[in-house]
């Protein structure tokens, strides 16, 4: 329905624009949510572009800029003069002016900062100055702040003459001498029972904060756990100096899921969006992988090569490999991505290895006998009897069974603790995924497969 909606918007537009009706394109966009309004830019033609965004009101000018897609923010920046382009600047916060400035090349990033204002350079140089991924590469210096002696009602009056600046004002930090004391919702302010009452006599003093370096998805996590809707960030020595708002948490956790499942799939990630990506960007980003497991499949090749006497005495063994692999490589697949979600949301740590060991063991056992048991029905059903292979015997079938119930083992046993040992030597646990951990399987169930038959069939 909404898809729908946005089409009629688009075509209605479309119309106003050739007939030059320009006031009622106005009056269309300013009722629309500056999300649903760069949606519909990023569809149109970009020769409309500067002069469609040229109707909209100041502040809805600087939401929906914000909102773009990277080329037509570029788009706009080209078109505006340096006073059209200060004025958006200026309305941006400061955190989404850093993220401009991250997706801009440095020809359009010089012009930017050329114009905006000192403080908002000297935020932007702050924030670029943190490690990526950090939370003060994500923060914002735009908050509240109170002192402890102010009244309530004075503390109302700071905030209705600083707040309109700020990105949020439901929260309020006091500070003395740049240091996070405590904290101070709208709600208690209002709700104070004298306006005489000090900000230090209803602030909450047992407050969570996170410092610069904190790692992102930590911060993410965070906000999840407590239910938060801004969280403070203060420096090693416990000065405030910025906050991270519920809405950059939920774009921290968008960028990590969507890395966590390119490095799953076996690509490298990317900071474009696929209908962004050019042929050649999705190239460079698979291709390294792609080698790396074509290369690591040799130890496979390898294997086979070294039991080519038995494969060649009993050739039925090898229609049993593909099955043999395949379902080693999901058992893995199964236990790494189980283990790499509990890593990424914090349930599970390095101290908990041999819990997770014994758990996905004990799910291995089962699960390898279960298998066991239909796989020697199928091999004596559909390869004995029904496709009339007399080389498919009871011997042959208990080989590949006991081969199935061990690989599914120690891929289990592979694919849950390979992550966390990633994690703890220091590497993103979404490396040992599926592509990894199949191409280790892969080559331990041959073996398996190899030595039980030598040690029953030869």
């Given at each position: 329905?909404?898809?729908?909606?946005?089409?009629?918007?688009?075509?209605?537009?479309?119309?106003?624009?050739?007939?030059?009706?320009?006031?009622?394109?106005?009056?269309?966009?300013?009722?629309?949510?500056?999300?649903?309004?760069?949606?519909?830019?990023?569809?149109?033609?970009?020769?409309?572009?500067?002069?469609?965004?040229?109707?909209?009101?100041?502040?809805?000018?600087?939401?929906?800029?914000?909102?773009?897609?990277?080329?037509?923010?570029?788009?706009?920046?080209?078109?505006?003069?340096?006073?059209?382009?200060?004025?958006?600047?200026?309305?941006?916060?400061?955190?989404?002016?850093?993220?401009?400035?991250?997706?801009?090349?440095?020809?359009?990033?010089?012009?930017?900062?050329?114009?905006?204002?000192?403080?908002?350079?000297?935020?932007?140089?702050?924030?670029?100055?943190?490690?990526?991924?950090?939370?003060?590469?994500?923060?914002?210096?735009?908050?509240?702040?109170?002192?402890?002696d102010m009244t309530v009602e004075q503390a109302i009056k700071h905030?209705?003459?600083?707040g309109v600046d700020k990105e949020t004002i439901y929260t309020?930090?006091?500070?003395?001498?740049?240091?996070?004391?405590?904290?101070?919702?709208?709600?208690?302010?209002?709700?104070?029972?004298?306006?005489?009452?000090?900000?230090?006599?209803?602030?909450?003093?047992?407050?969570?904060?996170?410092?610069?370096?904190?790692?992102?998805?930590?911060?993410?996590?965070?906000?999840?756990?407590?239910?938060?809707?801004?969280?403070?960030?203060?420096?090693?020595?416990?000065?405030?100096?910025?906050?991270?708002?519920?809405?950059?948490?939920?774009?921290?956790?968008?960028?990590?899921?969507?890395?966590?499942?390119?490095?799953?799939?076996?690509?490298?990630?990317?900071?474009?969006?696929?209908?962004?990506?050019?042929?050649?960007?999705?190239?460079?980003?698979?291709?390294?992988?792609?080698?790396?497991?074509?290369?690591?499949?040799?130890?496979?090749?390898?294997?086979?090569?070294?039991?080519?006497?038995?494969?060649?005495?009993?050739?039925?063994?090898?229609?049993?490999?593909?099955?043999?692999?395949?379902?080693?490589?999901?058992?893995?697949?199964?236990?790494?991505?189980?283990?790499?979600?509990?890593?990424?949301?914090?349930?599970?740590?390095?101290?908990?290895?041999?819990?997770?060991?014994?758990?996905?063991?004990?799910?291995?056992?089962?699960?390898?006998?279960?298998?066991?048991?239909?796989?020697?029905?199928?091999?004596?059903?559909?390869?004995?009897?029904?496709?009339?292979?007399?080389?498919?015997?009871?011997?042959?079938?208990?080989?590949?069974?006991?081969?199935?119930?061990?690989?599914?083992?120690?891929?289990?046993?592979?694919?849950?603790?390979?992550?966390?040992?990633?994690?703890?030597?220091?590497?993103?646990?979404?490396?040992?995924?599926?592509?990894?951990?199949?191409?280790?399987?892969?080559?331990?169930?041959?073996?398996?497969?190899?030595?039980?038959?030598?040690?029953?069939?030869?």
């Amino acid at each position: 329905m909404a898809e729908r909606n946005i089409v009629t918007v688009e075509e209605t537009l479309k119309i106003l624009l050739e007939g030059r009706k320009y006031a009622s394109v106005k009056d269309i966009l300013t009722t629309m949510n500056p999300s649903d309004i760069a949606a519909i830019f990023d569809d149109l033609d970009e020769q409309h572009l500067p002069m469609l965004f040229r109707l909209l009101p100041k502040d809805l000018a600087a939401e929906t800029f914000v909102e773009m897609e990277p080329d037509n923010q570029e788009l706009l920046i080209q078109s505006f003069s340096d006073t059209e382009l200060k004025a958006v600047i200026n309305e941006l916060y400061v955190d989404d002016a850093v993220d401009l400035v991250e997706e801009m090349p440095a020809n359009v990033v010089r012009r930017i900062l050329a114009q905006a204002a000192p403080s908002m350079r000297r935020d932007i140089n702050q924030i670029l100055h943190y490690p990526e991924d950090s939370a003060g590469s994500v923060m914002t210096t735009e908050y509240v702040w109170l002192k402890a002696d102010m009244t309530v009602e004075q503390a109302i009056k700071h905030i209705r003459t600083t707040g309109v600046d700020k990105e949020t004002i439901y929260t309020c930090y006091v500070t003395e001498r740049r240091k996070l004391v405590g904290l101070c919702s709208i709600k208690d302010l209002l709700l104070a029972k004298d306006d005489n009452m000090l900000v230090s006599s209803i602030m909450e003093t047992n407050f969570i904060s996170v410092t610069t370096h904190t790692d992102q998805e930590e911060v993410a996590q965070m906000f999840s756990k407590y239910n938060l809707l801004a969280l403070p960030v203060v420096d090693s020595e416990g000065r405030m100096v910025g906050i991270i708002t519920v809405d950059d948490a939920m774009d921290v956790m968008q960028e990590e899921v969507t890395e966590d499942m390119e490095i799953m799939a076996g690509m490298t990630p990317s900071d474009k969006t696929y209908l962004r990506s050019t042929p050649i960007d999705l190239f460079i980003h698979r291709i390294p992988w792609l080698l790396i497991l074509m290369i690591s499949a040799t130890f496979t090749g390898l294997i086979i090569t070294g039991f080519e006497t038995a494969l060649s005495r009993l050739v039925v063994l090898t229609a049993f490999i593909p099955m043999l692999m395949d379902t080693g490589g999901n058992s893995g697949s199964q236990s790494s991505v189980t283990v790499i979600r509990a890593l990424s949301l914090g349930e599970v740590e390095f101290e908990d290895i041999g819990k997770v060991l014994i758990k996905e063991l004990c799910t291995a056992v089962l699960c390898g006998i279960s298998l066991a048991v239909v796989c020697f029905g199928k091999v004596m059903l559909v390869d004995r009897i029904l496709l009339s292979n007399p080389d498919v015997t009871v011997r042959v079938a208990l080989v590949v069974c006991a081969t199935m119930a061990l690989t599914v083992i120690v891929a289990k046993g592979i694919g849950c603790s390979l992550p966390i040992i990633a994690k703890k030597l220091g590497f993103d646990p979404a490396v040992m995924a599926s592509p990894f951990i199949t191409t280790i399987v892969d080559a331990l169930s041959l073996l398996i497969y190899f030595t039980i038959t030598k040690a029953v069939l030869m």
